[in-house]
C-alpha cells in the first residue's frame, strides 16, 4: 500500500504525497488584480486576445477578458471556467472567476477576483480612417456620355456591398471617402484603404458593367519606412446597358447580358443573338434607353403579324414577328426609331 511521504497516510499518493498534503498550500492558478481591456473611443470595439472586436454587453468582454488572463501552473489542465461581471462605474468591472483544473489526476476548483478596467484608445482602423489613409481610389466613368445620378448610385451601392463582404473577413478595410463628380461628365471617385481590395472590386464591375479597367500606381514613401502604393482604378463603363437598343454595324440590336470582354446583342428584325467583344462594341452607337422601349396595347395576333395601337398616335399599325416571338400579356415592347417601331423580339 502507498503512503505518504509527509504524513505517513496510506492511500493513493500523487508525486509521493496524499490528497490533503499534496494541495495544502498550493495555489494551480492566479489572476492579475487588475485587467486592462483597450477600447476604441470611435468605433466602440474592444482589444482582446490580440484581436479588435465589436461585442454588445460589456459585462461579456469583462468576463471574457479576466477568463483570458487566468494563468496555470504547469501541469494543471484547464477543465471549466465561470465567470460574473458586476459593474462598478462605466470604466471598472469586478469579476469573480472559478476555475476548475485537472492536476495529476486530481479535480482542483480555485476562485479568483479581479477588476477589468476599460481604457479607451484608437484602434488601428480609426487610426488611419482619421489620418485619411488610402492605397487604392476607383474613378468610375462613363465613355462617351454622362453618367447619369441612377447609374451613379447604383455603382456606388454595389461597391458598398462588396466592399462590407471584404470587409466580413478583414476589420482593417474600410471606404475613406465617396466622391461625387459635379463635372460634365460625372461619375464618383470612392477611395478604400486598401488597393488590393480596390482591384478585386474594380474587376467586379468590369464584370457586371462590361467595363475596362486601367490601373496606375504611385509609390507614397511612408513615414515607417515601408513602401506604400497608390494605386488608381480607372473604370470606364460603357455608354449602353443592359436593355438599351444600340446601332452596331448598321443594324439595331437589343443589348443583353453585360460581361468583362463581351456583350451580347439581339438583332431586332432577325432574334438572332451574337456576342460581340467589348472592344468591338465602342463602335456601336446607343440610339435608346431601357426607358424608350414603350409597351403598346395588342388588337389582334396573326401567325405572322401583331397588331398594335400605336402608343403615341393611337394609330393601328401592322408588325411583323420577329423568329420565336412569344407575347406575355395583353402588351407588347415597342422600341421607335425614327419613322419606324419596332416589335422587341424578346419581351420577359
Ligand atoms: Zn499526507
Ligand atoms: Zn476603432
Known sequence: MP????CGAEGPVHR?????????????????????????????????????MGIEAREEVAERAAELAVLLEKGAEPVSAGERAERIDDANYRVDVEVGMAVEGLEVDEAHTTIVRFKNTSCPRCNRLMGNYYEGT?????RDRRMPDGLREEIIARIQSLMEAHMRADRELFVSKVDRLNTAQGGVDVVLSSS????????????????EVRETAKLVTQKQGRDLY????????????????????????????????????????????????NSDMTSAKVIGRREDVLEAVVVTETDREVQVLHP????????RKPPRFERKGDTV???????????LPLQG
Open 138 to 142: 476607383l474613378q468610375v466613368r462613363t
Open 16 to 52: 509521493s504525497l496524499c490528497e490533503r498534503c499534496f494541495l495544502e498550500g498550493k495555489h494551480f492558478s492566479s489572476l492579475p488584480d487588475h485587467v486592462d481591456v483597450p477600447r476604441c473611443g470611435h468605433c466602440g470595439d474592444y482589444l482582446l486576445d490580440g484581436k479588435w
Open 333 to 343: 415592347k415597342v422600341f421607335q426609331d425614327e419613322e419606324e417601331l419596332y416589335l
Open 3 to 6: 503512503f505518504c511521504v509527509r
Open 196 to 211: 488590393v481590395v480596390g482591384r478585386a472590386i474594380a474587376h467586379e464591375l468590369a464584370d457586371q458593367y462590361a467595363a
Open 230 to 277: 497608390r494605386v488608381t482604378f480607372l473604370v470606364r463603363l460603357p455608354a449602353y446597358r443592359f436593355g438599351d437598343i444600340v446601332r452596331y454595324e448598321g443594324r439595331l440590336y437589343l443589348v443583353g447580358a453585360l460581361r468583362a470582354s463581351s456583350t451580347k446583342l439581339t438583332d431586332l428584325r432577325t432574334a438572332q443573338a451574337l456576342m460581340v467583344s
Open 312 to 319: 403615341g398616335t393611337f394609330r393601328v399599325l401592322d408588325l
